[in-house]
Antibody
Framework: EVQLVESGGGLVQPGGSLRLSCAASGFTFSDHFMDWVRQAPGKGLEWVGR??????????EYAASVRGRFTISRDDSKNSLYLQMNSLKTEDTAVYYCAREEDVGSYQLDYWGQGTLVTVSS | SYELTQPPSVSVSPGQTARITCSGD??????AYWYQQKPGQAPVLVIYKDTERPSGIPERFSGSSSGTTVTLTISAVQAEDAADYYCQSADSSIGYVVFGGGTTLTVL
């Protein structure tokens, strides 16, 4: 059974940093592109970014709203995905989901974690 | 930047058919995906590649595509179908995932 479990959320002050983790199981993690998606309270889904797999050089893309502040990485030996968030703003407050892309280049997010809440507030 | 446009809300009575549209200039070139999200839960994929239904998704969920518009159709709507629905596609030229703004389906 495919499982994605996020952790690391919490309360952080504006300008602070936080690192989210996503533990994957039930599939060959190293084969898949992985994404982060967030959802501000009462708002819609917003794509944050993605990391490709080793065959595709672990390249990353980011939404304009987080580029330069957030960094996505992965450790295939630990079946884990990470989101390093720096220079956090109040507008980054959201539930953060990790999601698996079903196939290379498909953009199809077929499995999602349960999400972890990040609150940026003084 | 590439955008997908959905109606904010759709309302139907139980047993009727609900149709939720999603419009975007790149939809003729890129597949669309639909997700269902209930309060406090993660999104669930209900339609992929415009028209395909994942295993475990009821047959009353279907998808169609015509030009720059894709449509999620839910036949014989049940109370349990009340949820937010999001379309998603991609700007493949830059590798971005794009979501529509979401549609709240109300079952009267």
């Amino acid at each position: 059974e495919v499982q994605l479990v996020e952790s690391g959320g919490g309360l952080v002050q504006p300008g602070g940093s936080l690192r989210l983790s996503c533990a994957a199981s039930g599939f060959t993690f190293s084969d898949h592109f992985m994404d982060w998606v967030r959802q501000a309270p009462g708002k819609g889904l917003e794509w944050v970014g993605r990391t490709r797999n080793k065959v595709n050089s672990y390249t990353t893309e980011y939404a304009a709203s987080v580029r330069g502040r957030f960094t996505i990485s992965r450790d295939d030996s630990k079946n884990s995905l990470y989101l390093q968030m720096n220079s956090l703003k109040t507008e980054d407050t959201a539930v953060y989901y990790c999601a698996r892309e079903e196939d290379v280049g498909s953009y199809q997010l077929d499995y999602w974690g349960q999400g972890t809440l990040v609150t940026v507030s003084s | 930047s590439y955008e997908l446009t959905q109606p904010p809300s759709v309302s139907v009575s139980p047993g009727q058919t609900a149709r939720i549209t999603c419009s975007g200039d790149a939809l003729p070139k890129q597949f669309a995906y639909w997700y269902q999200q209930k309060p406090g839960q993660a999104p669930v994929l209900v339609i992929y590649k415009d028209t395909e239904r994942p295993s475990g998704i009821p047959e009353r969920f279907s998808g169609s595509s015509s030009g720059t518009t894709v449509t999620l159709t839910i036949s014989a709507v049940q109370a349990e179908d009340a949820a937010d629905y999001y379309c998603q596609s991609a700007d493949s030229s830059i590798g971005y995932v794009v979501f529509g703004g979401g549609t709240t389906l109300t079952v009267l």
